[in-house]
């Protein structure tokens, strides 16, 4: 084997085109199925390449994800449009800026791109400015024109040149269609995730493994994001959340550069992007390769809440059920542990609310192109604390693709204020509290395919707690 900085024992990355055009049929099929119209066009505009503001250097690029879906392509500047009548799709790309080759190299070219995507037609941008192209795509007067508000230019539209074709813009139907659409995989968009995961983890395994050379969050942000890039990964599915000691009680903490000294635990919060799919993973571990008591105690207990709704997942499971058996777990473990009084019944702990303030997010949410993707229906105004930040309601259908992630936090803040005005005193012992302020945060997070009889991991580092140990003591290495 030749030297590399990739791991070349990971397996492949999935072979074959991106489905797209079974994603058109899809999301006309579901749109007729619900109601809207069952002709017109679809009509997307992809993602600009844009400038820093007083520079010429170009901004960091991410391809609309409703554009993604209906295209695969990942290229910038891109229109499409899909007649729904015709079952015919049309990507339109930049045309070659002979000027611009010089810096950029050659785009890709049309007859490239029709063996690239699962398109049927490719033109160049420059001729959709001509009358002919909006001619072509609508055909009479009146027809559908199902957009996204706000996230195409429709001046092409209202030409001149077309003023004997103005369509009925339709603003609602091509949105809704695509994020409920989105929410179910095909084996296509479950094998990017699945890559996603099988990269993600292997980094999270290297960081692990580096723990003791390490002295500050920012190292293992580091190694992280090197072995993601080094194997095939470039782009982060969202910032990496890497948290020592109390920080992970900062449930999306950014700053990821305070130093480990003194801390008992980090927690890492990170995923990669492959091919515009997400992983999106948590493990918590021991910076010294071993965990106190404390942390073995709040570990061990949010590994239960997790075993515990890992065993729910199924097709048609609500997942309001799934986690409320989260907090059921999380409030008789912290009265075994103590935490709470020995004198109240899991009911009363749990009609208190109190789990709510060491398990305040919900316990997971759909993963896709997005990593809080879409079509989850949260209500983030339900008054009820305990489903307010639940960013799926509902059943979970069968491919759905979701992360169990249960967690337990010592959150200083508001929590002590509380405590002194008396808040929780029926409830929380707090001589027994103090011993776990320092453990800071427990999050482990996972990424499972909903099967009919069951769900399958797709993360493959694992949460053992004797294996964390392991890579982290240095006894076996990855
Ligand atoms: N990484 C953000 C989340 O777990 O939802
Ligand atoms: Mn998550
Ligand atoms: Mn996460």
New binding site residues.
Partial sequence: MTKSIANHNLPKPPSGKYPAKDHCRRVAAWIAENGGPSSGVIYLQGQTLKEHEDDDTEQHFRQRRHFYYLTGCELPDCSFAYDIASDTSTLWIPPVDPGYVMWAGMPLLPKEALERYDIDVVLTTDELKSGKAVENMLKKQNETLLVIKDRADLNIFHADSVKHLQPNFDYEWARRSIEQCRVVKDEHEIAMIRHANIVSSYAHQRVQASVSAASNEQELNAVFMLHCHANGCKEMA?GC?CAAGTNASTLHYVHNNLPLENKLNMLM?C?AEYNCYCA?I?RTFPLNGRFTQESRDIYSLVLKMQGECMGMIKAGVMWEDVHMRAHTVAAAGLRELGIFKQNLSVEQILESKVTTRFFPHGLG?YLGMD??DTGGNANYSDPDPYLAYLRVRGKLPVNSVV?N?PGIYFREFPLRQELKDGKWKEVIDESVLDRYWSVGGVRI?DDVVVKEDGCENLTTVSSKMEDIEALCNGTVEV
Wanted: net charge negative; proline share 0%; hydrophobic share 10%.
């Fill in positions: 969202y959340i919060d995923g999106d948590t949410h990593t809080h992360t992630e997070e």
